[in-house]
């Protein structure tokens, strides 16, 4: 995914659960998608967001 803050950086979440840190989707019945944990980019921009529901929501 393209971070949301408008940097233009892309951020790679893992979803496998053999390795760290990883993410976990949830995909909604109305076809949006859910992260859990928060992403926090401990490089560049340093963002820190949730994605529910296809929304950010910002830390
Ligand atoms: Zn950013």
Request: glycine share 10%; proline share 7%.
């Amino acid at each position: 995914m393209i971070c949301p803050c408008g940097c233009g950086e892309v951020i790679e979440l893992n979803l496998l659960k053999q390795a760290r840190p990883c993410w976990s989707a949830e995909e909604h019945p109305d076809g949006t998608i859910s992260l859990v944990p928060s992403v926090w980019r401990q490089r560049g921009c340093r963002s820190h967001f949730f994605l529910r529901r296809g929304g950010i929501e910002w830390c």
